[in-house]
Every structure is written in structure tokens, then in C-alpha cells.
């Protein structure tokens, strides 16, 4: 995974906290993506990114944003964190053949 | 709207056994993609395959291969003489063309006894 980083790798908050979360990648792709995957429900898409200053909802963007100002770096906010929000959370890009995952981001909410 | 069934949530096999993990899915264009994923205990998210739907022919990789079946919107995988190592949850999952966002099946957890 050592195109696509993640920060940071834990993190604890509390009810209606605020956080962001880093994804960066190295290898000058277009396509990034935010995923949160819960027990036996796989792997959910937040939103995602086809480019430089775009961003699109993905199946479940509600109580999350996303910007994209550069093209190596995808953020994920969390203006003010629900327990329900609880997760692992992995970062993508497309790489022209598959989906490439960095090592997630283990978020819990108290 | 796309769909991914993995009806399998748990599999546990005694080393050696064959297993044969199921998916199915559901999308309306002509063109889509399928994948499988990996996840190993340590939690990392490791890519297997990918099938285009023009490409129906069966894979095989060492002790893995692989079933497409458009007839049946089935992308089913089997490990051969399974391992400890094997031990992971499996993610089936369908990207359409153009922006490849990835639908997940729920995964299926199989354990390989030693």
C-alpha cells in the first residue's frame, strides 16, 4: 500500500466532534475514493473524485464532506462525528485496471 | 441500480478442502466490471481479479480460478486444496464504466482449519 497513504491510522472522538481524514497517493491518478466499511455490509462508497476540484456523492455521503484541491490528496471531514459513524474507513484510487486501497483508518465515536 | 449478493457469510474448511465461494449480480449496463478482494486478518484490502463483461472465459491462478457466467449474473470463485494462509474475507464486487465506482458484496469470512 505504499501508493496510497492514510492519516491518521486510529482515532477516538467524541459525540459531535470534528475530524479530517488524509488520503494522499503518489502515483499522479485522477480517480480516489472514500469507503466505510461495517460489520457484514462490505464495503460502502462516501464519495469519490474524478479529478482535481471535483467531488460527487457516492451510496452514503450523509454527515460527511470531501474536497479535492490537490490532485494527490483526497480529505474526508466529519464536520460533527455520530456514534453511527463508527468505522474503518479506506481511501481508493483507480489505477486504469482496479481499485487500489491504502491500509484504512479505524475510527470510533463515543 | 447496481447489486452484489455474496448469499455465503461464513465458510469454514479443514485444510486441503476445495471452497467455492458465490456471487451474484445486478446491473443494468452492457458494460461493467467484477472484481475480487481479499482481506486478510491484518486488514488490508488486497485485489485478486477483474473480469469485463465482453470476457466470459474462466481464469485460473494457481490454486484460485474463477466462473463468469453472464447467463446467470454469477462470479464465482474456488480456492483448490485450501490453506491456513487462505483464512481472509472475501469481497466480491461490480464497477460500471466511466467513473468505476466499486459495489460491494458483504463479503464471505472463510476459515481454513489446520
Known amino acids: 500500500n505504499a501508493g496510497v497513504t492514510q492519516t491518521p491510522k486510529f482515532r477516538v472522538l467524541k459525540t459531535g466532534q470534528s475530524m479530517t481524514l488524509l488520503c494522499a497517493q503518489d502515483?499522479?491518478?485522477?480517480?480516489m475514493y472514500w469507503y466505510r466499511q461495517d460489520p457484514g455490509m462490505g464495503l460502502r462508497l462516501i464519495h469519490y473524485?474524478?479529478?482535481?476540484?471535483?467531488?460527487a456523492k457516492g451510496e452514503v455521503p450523509d454527515g460527511y464532506n470531501v474536497s479535492r484541491l490537490k490532485k494527490q490528496n483526497f480529505l474526508l471531514g466529519l464536520e460533527s462525528a455520530a456514534p453511527s459513524q463508527t468505522s474503518v474507513y479506506f481511501c481508493?484510487?483507480?489505477?486504469?485496471?482496479?481499485?487500489?486501497f491504502g491500509p484504512g483508518t479505524r475510527l470510533t465515536v463515543t | 441500480a447496481q447489486k452484489v449478493t455474496q448469499a455465503q457469510t461464513e465458510i469454514s474448511v479443514v485444510e486441503k478442502e476445495d471452497v467455492t465461494l458465490d456471487c451474484v449480480y445486478e446491473t443494468r449496463d452492457t458494460t461493467y466490471y467484477l472484481f475480487w478482494y481479499k482481506q486478510p486478518p491484518s486488514g488490508e484490502l488486497v485485489f485478486l481479479i477483474r473480469?469485463?463483461?465482453?470476457?466470459?472465459q474462466n481464469e485460473i491462478s494457481g490454486r484460485y480460478s474463477w466462473n463468469f457466467q453472464k447467463s446467470t449474473s454469477s462470479f464465482n470463485f474456488t480456492i483448490t486444496a485450501s490453506q491456513v494462509v487462505d483464512s481472509a474475507v472475501y469481497f466480491c464486487?461490480?464497477?460500471?464504466?466511466?467513473?468505476?465506482?466499486?459495489?460491494f458484496g458483504a463479503g464471505t469470512t472463510v476459515t481454513v482449519r489446520a
Open positions: 464486487a461490480l464497477s460500471e464504466a466511466g467513473d468505476y465506482k466499486l459495489s
Open positions: 502515483m499522479n491518478h485522477e480517480y
Open positions: 473480469r469485463n463483461s465482453f470476457d466470459e
Open positions: 473524485s474524478v479529478g482535481e476540484g471535483t467531488t
Open positions: 481508493a484510487i483507480w489505477s486504469g485496471y482496479e481499485q487500489y
